[in-house]
Structure formats: structure tokens, C-alpha cells
């Protein structure tokens, strides 16, 4: 999910005051655990619910109704106050800050809406499905016995890409994260919100720089500060699309989830981009794609141009350069909707060996068909979409992409550190501090992937971004 600021957040931003948090303390917490140097949280894949399905008679070439966005999302678990109070937030690599608390009767998706003339989505996911969103979880500050209202921290409206709204306010209270807990994290509780039944938990770089000077720390930043992980850094794997879970750990780098070599990239903080003349800095995680190529069996690889894209865990879709995302969604056999949002594709093709390898700065990540495509099932059917689509000025590796790699960022450094995703154990090592603070060498897994060759919005205005289509989680 990408976000945008609107103008409150401008105020906001210039207004606070910097803040600290209390200490940190370990504790028992399902699902996560705490090692010397990190901690490592489960991160859930949530998928349709069966019952939410319309039914889709899809012969692989019809124009389905089906929003293919947003379909599934990865969340993680956060207790909260004292005694801890569950809530559930998105893993969100492509927005910073950390919301809890959506309004469970605003979040569907609007329906029948239009932008630009263009419909919206129609039908809910398990991450905008009111009654889903209802179990989820609501944090109240008034029952917790360690909140207080930070100082200095003004409401603030944030817009998404996929104009999703929060306006939220502060509080300060006990954050517990995969058994680790910070004393007097600052994080938004929404006062209104729509389109989202799941709070968020922006993993970006904020827009004041991965040093998180001038604003109050991010929960990244206070972990680093307080000591408990040795430098800001985090790792990421979503997993591949059709495992539940995956995992992000806080400190340390997982050997047994990669293959190859973890590669060090120089991350690219901020792109200056232009939309209808208006320039706007995008604060998000760029890498420089310098060529995607498409490989399948019994045809020559197909190379494509470059680009620079944002890694973006929020976003359902590899969002390509205009023309791009339609042009791979033919290549890999897809027929697109008229609209350019909807890549419908025979199932079979997910079973193919190969897929798209996106060659970054020093590395090459293979998506292989079963993680570039969703697949949906009910009892009746099921179909399948090519996870591509286009944008001319906003580019994003989404969860296809995300879901084939293992990544590290590395606040302190500024660097990306990247490999292909695999799963063959647990093996965590704490990550340092300095300039190498990033254990490198290869991943502990085999690499053998069937064929396979190789390997804020901060100043964009509101109006500026409602002058082009973008659906993105
Ligand atoms: C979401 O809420 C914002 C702020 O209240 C509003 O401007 C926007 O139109 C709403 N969007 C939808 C789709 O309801
Ligand atoms: C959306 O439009 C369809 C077709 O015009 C209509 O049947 C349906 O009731 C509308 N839904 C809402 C929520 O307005
Ligand atoms: C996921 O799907 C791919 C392709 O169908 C298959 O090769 C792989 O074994 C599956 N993994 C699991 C855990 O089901
Ligand atoms: C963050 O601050 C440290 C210590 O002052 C400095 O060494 C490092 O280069 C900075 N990192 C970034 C990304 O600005």
C-alpha cells in the first residue's frame, strides 16, 4: 500500500515534537520468538473466504467481474496497553506508519463508485469484509492502565493509493510485537477510516530519512534504540502464495529462508516523480529494475525495458509501466480487462515452470508462475489472474514479487539486501551493527526452481493522485 499525506499530515509533520519511548521488555507471545539481537513474528496470509465468493464462470478468456486486487493480504498480530489487547495490522512495506482501530461500517469497499469514470471494486476481501474486521480486534485506550496521549503529535488524515482514509489520533502505550515490548510507542488509533477492515502497519522508510530524526521513532527505531536489535533493520518473507505463513523478524536475517546469495543493493529512499505537472517526492523502498525477462517452456525468453519500482508489500499487484503490465499479461497467455485492471488466465499456466525474472542492481529474482498468479477457489471454481498490471508514474514489485524473494532492509546503511525466497527450516542470525551489519553469504536452502535460469507520496497532492486509476493493498 502506497500512502499519501494529505495536507493535515504537512501540519502534523512540522509540529511534532520528538518523543521517546520508556524501555523494552520480553515476554511469552504466541507464534513469535525472541533470540538474542531479534525478534521473529509471524506474518499470516489471509485469503478469500469461500463464502464471500460470487460465483465466476470464467473460461479463461471472458472479461471477469472479480476484483483480482487485494485479495489476499499479510497481516501480523500486536498486543497492546496493559493487559494486552490483540489487534491485527497489514504488513505494509509501502507506507510507514502504524494505525490500529479501522471503522468495521466503512470498511467495505465502496461500491459503485467511480474515478475517473472508472468503477471501483464491488465485492469485499477478508481484509475490507465488515464482519471479518469485527473479529479483529479493537484497541481501547481507556481500559489499558499503561496509556497516555503523547505530547505535540496532531491528528492526521493519510490517504493511500487505492484511497483508502484513515484520520487518526495518538496514543502512547505498552506495544508488545512478537514477544518484545516497547514502553510508550506513539502509533495512530483511527478516528474515522474506510475501505480497510485492518489496521496498518506502515514498514516503510517515514519521509524524515531511514535515521527517523524530527518525528517520534517508528517501532523500528525504538527497538534499535533501546538496544534489543543491534541496528534498525528488519527481514521480510512473505513466503510463496500458497503457504499460510510467512514470517518478518526484527534484528536478524533467517539463513534457512533463501537460497543464493544474500545480494547488498543501495536502496533509493525517495523518487521525484511527476504526475499532470505536479512534483511530489515518494518516500518507499525504489530499486532500479533493469530488465525483467519472461521465460516459459518450449518458447525464447522474452526481455523487457527497464524501470524503477517501489517494494511494496501492500500492493496485490506488480504495478508496471504503462503498457507494461498489459503487454506481460498477454505474453504469459492472460487476456486483460478493458479497463487494464483484471488479467484473467487459464490455471494451468501457474503449473508451468519458469516465470519472470526481475534483474534489480547485482541480483536476479526469479517469480516463478505460482506466485506471479492468484488462484481462487470455491466449491464451484475456480480462476486465476496474472497479478500484473500498469501505471505511469507509480511502479510496484507487490506481493508477487515479495512473495518469490527474501529481503532485508537496512535502515542504518540504506541498503537492500535481497535474495531468492525458499523454505528449508529455521536458522536465525542476529543482525549487527555498522556498516556491515548484515550477515551476507548464501542461504541455507537449495535452489533448484524447476527451470529456472537464474537465478510518501509526501508532497503529492490529493487532487494530483485522484487524476489516475490506482487499486493497491
Ligand atoms: C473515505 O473517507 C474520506 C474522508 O472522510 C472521504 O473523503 C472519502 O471520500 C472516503 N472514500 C470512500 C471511498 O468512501
Ligand atoms: C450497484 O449497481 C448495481 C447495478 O446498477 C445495483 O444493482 C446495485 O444495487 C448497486 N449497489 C449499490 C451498493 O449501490
Ligand atoms: C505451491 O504450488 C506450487 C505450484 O503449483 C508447487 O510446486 C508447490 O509445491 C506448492 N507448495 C505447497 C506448499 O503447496
Ligand atoms: C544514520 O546515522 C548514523 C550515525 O550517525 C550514520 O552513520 C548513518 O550513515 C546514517 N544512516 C543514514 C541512512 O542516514
Known amino acids: 500500500m502506497t500512502r499519501t499525506m494529505a495536507p493535515a499530515m504537512l501540519i502534523a509533520v512540522l509540529s511534532a515534537l520528538i518523543a521517546g519511548t520508556d524501555g523494552l521488555h520480553i515476554q511469552g507471545f504466541p507464534g513469535g520468538s525472541v533470540g538474542p539481537g531479534f525478534v521473529s513474528v509471524p506474518i499470516s496470509a489471509s485469503k478469500r473466504d469461500a463464502a464471500l465468493h460470487k460465483r465466476a464462470d470464467v473460461s479463461g478468456t471472458a472479461e471477469i467481474q472479480i476484483p483480482n486486487f487485494r485479495t489476499h493480504g499479510y497481516s501480523i498480530e500486536l498486543m497492546i496497553g496493559t493487559p494486552g489487547q490483540k489487534v491485527e495490522v497489514i504488513v505494509d512495506t509501502g507506507s510507514y506508519e502504524l494505525w490500529v482501530n479501522p471503522d468495521c461500517d466503512h470498511s467495505s469497499r465502496a461500491k459503485n463508485e467511480t474515478i475517473d469514470g472508472r468503477p471501483t471494486a464491488t465485492l469485499d476481501t477478508p481484509m475490507t469484509d465488515p464482519d471479518a474486521c469485527r473479529k479483529r480486534g ?27 482514509t484513515a484520520e487518526i489520533s495518538y496514543e502512547k502505550d505498552k506495544l508488545a510485537i512478537g514477544g518484545l515490548s516497547i514502553d510508550g510507542q506513539i502509533f495512530g ?9 485492518v489496521g496498518i502497519m506502515g514498514f516503510g522508510p517515514p519521509p524524515w530519512g531511514f535515521n527517523n530524526s524530527g518525528m517520534y521513532p517508528m517501532v523500528l527505531t525504538s527497538m534499535a534504540r533501546e538496544g534489543v536489535i543491534k541496528s534498525p533493520a528488519f527481514s521480510l518473507h512473505l513466503n510463496d502464495f500458497n503457504k499460510s505463513q510467512g514470517s518478518v523478524i526484527f534484528g536478524g536475517v533467517d539463513k534457512k529462508k533463501f537460497s543464493g546469495a544474500l545480494a547488498k543493493i543501495p536502496m533509493k529512499p525517495v523518487q521525484m516523480k511527476s504526475s499532470n505537472g505536479i512534483d511530489f517526492d515518494h518516500t518507499s523502498y525504489y530499486v532500479t529494475v ?3 525477462k519472461l521465460s516459459k517452456p518450449g518458447s525464447s525468453d522474452k526481455t523487457y525495458g527497464s524501470f524503477v519500482a517501489a517494494l511494496d ?19 504469459v497467455g492472460g487476456k486483460m480487462n478493458s479497463r487494464g485492471t483484471n488479467c484473467a488466465v487459464d490455471c494451468a499456466v501457474r503449473q508451468q515452470a519458469g516465470g519472470v525474472t526481475f534483474e534489480l542492481e547485482g541480483k536476479s529474482i526469479l517469480v516463478p508462475y505460482y506466485n506471479l498468479i492468484n488462484e481462487e477457489t470455491t466449491r464451484e471454481v475456480s480462476w486465476c489472474t496474472v497479478m500484473v498490471s500498469d501505471h505511469p508514474t507509480l511502479n510496484l514489485l507487490g506481493m508477487p514479487f515479495l512473495r518469490s524473494a527474501y529481503a532485508v532492509f537496512d535502515w542504518r546503511n540504506a541498503n537492500l539486501h535481497i535474495a531468492q525466497s525458499a523454505d528449508c527450516g529455521t536458522n536465525i542470525v542476529a543482525i549487527g551493527s555498522g556498516v556491515d551489519a548484515v550477515p551476507g553469504g548464501n542461504g541455507e536452502c537449495s535452489g533448484s526452481l524447476g527451470m529456472a535460469s537464474v537465478v510518501n507520496l509526501g508532497l503529492m497532492t490529493v487532487a494530483a493522485l485522484m487524476s489516475s486509476l490506482v487499486l493497491v493493498l
Do not use: H, W
Not at 479493537?138 to 484511497?163: C, N
Not at 501492500?314 to 504503462?322: A, E, H, V
Open 290 to 292: 533493469k530488465s525483467m
Open 189 to 197: 488509533v483511527a478516528k474515522t477510516s474506510n475501505q480497510t477492515g
Open 313 to 331: 508489500s501492500g500492493s496485490s499487484n506488480n504495478i508496471l509501466p504503462r503498457g507494461l503490465g498489459a503487454q506481460l499479461c498477454t505474453d
Open 138 to 164: 479493537q484497541y481501547d485506550a481507556s481500559k489499558s492502565s499503561s496509556a497516555s496521549k503523547p505530547d505535540g503529535v496532531e491528528d492526521t488524515v493519510f490517504q493511500y493509493a487505492d484511497f483508502t
